[in-house]
């Protein structure tokens, strides 16, 4: 963490027309903040806390008075903003870093261990050892050959600690004012970024499309390539008595998700499937995405179960936790992802956007929204409109995030959602639905009827879709 941007600096001072010494000497000279100078430390894109392999760095700010002084102590500022900015993340996950173990190159630099203590307000440590990658493989070494018993021994007794550089309290509240200047930098530049011109990986090296959502075709022209259209097809309209039959016609009639409401009758006032019910899908359905939306008091009480079912995604209320917690929303989001699932969460039409805000800035803690546009728990409700403002602001906000808009969805409303910005439509009665009253005498013509209905109610929805995003090709 402490070393990333020593390549870029060599390309300051590491050509032999300027040592490290002099570039040190003439940073320190330059105040905290480097006179207004703003500088993004994301030189290989950046994995915590924005995971955004499309991020570069940047200078902003630059003025004629800023001269190499600036730049370098600029350059210094921005991996230790960006190194707190990693703190933040893990206090917000419970772990508070007391010191940092500093080895390697960034030791030979006061002012790299002064600015990381001050902008941090957490003690150096630096180790006497300074090549920490070979003081790591004689750890590992000495464990291997019996000289400890584990790895914590070893490194207690092989790791010391020579000199301890602390932090200064008035430096740590002038940086505070610095931070956040700092935070608004990758936000603003954030879309410059998604310019594939900009020399950015092509989208699949970028880890951006997921290969079992059907990802892969080239994007839309100006829609960002992560993002693909699809139709969810939400069982709580299907036929229970052959949830899988009805789960397999939709599959092969085009739909991309499975949609499975677990509603406990007391969040919404109807019960509906459990895990058990998820798990049996699984068996049935090896390689479908299994879309589970939580609709329940205390959502936390479900993870573990529902990842033992087989679950692809987790979708909670942020209107079930409770802040300030220990299973509050950020803390379940990621309970949810360490168990290996997709997390996302569900509004109500009442809730804003704000509640999820949290949960999307300055770290993506969820891949995916469920804008409602009916009260959760039931099928065929009328579709709430006003809920496509909500769709609009995230989407502005993020511009590769899995969007749905669920409920009261059908022809007639889809191409609003779409056009509001939805990638994702989730729809029941109207898939399953669209065969009530045509119902044939034999269940061999039943099940063909619902299939021909299915597949032209999903053709509607894909066809709504196509007209914004690229769509999963259909195998
Ligand atoms: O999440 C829900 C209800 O909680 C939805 O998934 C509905 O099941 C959608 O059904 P239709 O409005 O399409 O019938």
Request: include cysteine; charged fraction near 20%.
């Amino acid at each position: 963490m402490v070393n990333r941007s020593f390549l870029l600096c060599q390309s300051l001072g590491g050509e032999g027309l300027v040592s490290y010494k002099t570039l040190n000497e003439e940073a320190e000279a330059v105040p905290i903040g480097s006179e207004g100078l703003v500088c993004l430390d994301h030189f290989q894109g950046n994995r915590t806390p924005y995971t955004d392999p499309l991020s570069r760095g940047a200078l902003a700010g630059l003025t004629l008075k800023h001269g190499r002084g600036h730049v370098f102590r600029g350059l210094i500022e921005s991996v230790c903003l960006g190194t707190e900015l990693v703190f933040e993340a893990m206090r917000k996950a419970g772990y508070t870093p007391s010191s940092v173990a500093v080895a390697g190159g960034a030791t030979n630099s006061r002012l790299w261990l002064q600015t990381h203590a001050d902008v941090s307000n957490v003690p150096m440590k630096v180790t006497r050892e300074r090549e920490a990658c070979v003081l790591g493989s004689a750890i590992l070494a000495a464990v291997g050959g019996g000289l400890f018993p584990d790895i914590p021994s070893a490194a207690r007794a092989m790791v010391h600690v020579e000199g301890t550089v602390m932090p200064n309290p008035e430096a740590h509240a002038e940086y505070k004012r610095v931070l956040e200047r700092y935070r608004a930098v990758y936000p603003a530049l954030k879309p410059l970024f998604r310019d594939q011109g900009a020399g950015a990986p092509p989208t699949a090296a970028a880890g951006g499309v997921d290969e079992s959502r059907g990802g892969g075709a080239a994007a839309a022209e100006g829609e960002t390539a992560a993002v693909v259209g699809l139709v969810n097809a939400s069982i709580l309209a299907a036929d229970m008595a052959d949830l899988s039959g009805e789960v397999e016609r939709v599959m092969a009639a085009g739909a991309d998700w499975i949609h499975v409401d677990v509603v406990d009758n007391v969040f919404a006032k109807v019960l509906t499937f459990g895990p058990p019910v998820v798990a049996s899908l699984r068996r049935r359905h090896p390689s479908v995405f299994l879309d589970v939306h939580l609709a329940v008091e205390n959502p936390h009480e479900y993870v573990d179960a529902l990842k033992d079912a087989g679950t692809s995604q987790v979708l909670f209320h942020p209107e079930a936790v409770v802040e300030g917690s220990d299973m509050d929303a950020a803390s379940l989001a990621v309970r949810i992802s360490e168990a290996g699932m997709r997390a996302g969460v569900a509004l109500r039409p009442e809730t804003p956007v704000s509640a999820v805000l949290p949960l999307l800035e300055p770290r993506r803690l969820v891949q995916c929204v469920d804008v409602l546009a009916v009260q959760p728990g039931f099928g065929g409700q009328a579709f709430d409109s006003t809920v496509l403002a909500k769709v609009e602001e995230l989407r502005s906000i993020c511009p590769e995030l899995d969007i749905q808009v669920d409920g009261g969805v059908n022809a007639a409303t889809a191409q609003a959602c779409v056009a509001a910005g939805a990638n994702v439509l989730t729809s029941g009665s109207f898939i399953f639905g669209n065969n009530t009253g045509a119902v044939a005498a034999s269940h061999v013509s039943e099940a063909a009827a619902a299939a021909a209905a299915a597949a032209a109610a999903i053709a509607e929805l894909r066809g709504a879709l196509s007209a914004k995003w690229r769509l999963p090709a259909q195998g």
